[in-house]
Nanobody, 121 residues
Framework: QVQLVESGGGVVQSGGSLTLSCSAS????????MGWYRQADGKQRELVAT???????TYADSVKGRFTISRPGTEDTIQLQMNSLKPEDTAVYYC???????????????WGYGTRVTVSS
């Protein structure tokens, strides 16, 4: 089992910034991929950004150039720096972690409970 603890959600004005963080504990493997997904009211959950344990990031097209995902330390904690926020970024953001084998095959999959981000226009 892996436990994920999210923090950093809140209410900001359009154009503002916010930083989310997620820390994994328990049976997190050395090879893993962690990231953020979001779900807006009335919409499906979508991928926002991911980062591997080797610190390789990927982003959804909608957030490229505005959001930065990172692993600031050696422990399994990720950070999502969100800049130039737009009302369409309003959603519940969920942290995700997937353990991987040495060939990057997914072994298991874990979710946080979510943190709400509201961007006012």
């Amino acid at each position: 089992q892996v436990q994920l603890v999210e923090s950093g959600g809140g209410v900001v004005q359009s154009g503002g910034s916010l930083t989310l963080s997620c820390s994994a504990s328990g049976n997190i493997r050395n090879n893993n991929i962690m990231g953020w997904y979001r779900q807006a009211d009335g919409k499906q959950r979508e991928l926002v950004a991911t980062i591997t344990s080797y610190k390789y990031p990927t982003y959804a097209d909608s957030v490229k150039g505005r959001f930065t995902i990172s692993r600031p330390g050696t422990e399994d904690t990720i950070q999502l720096q969100m800049n130039s926020l737009k009302p369409e970024d309003t959603a519940v953001y969920y942290c995700n972690a997937k353990n991987r084998d040495p060939w990057n095959k997914t072994l298991d999959d874990f979710w946080g409970y979510g943190t709400r981000v509201t961007v006012s226009s």
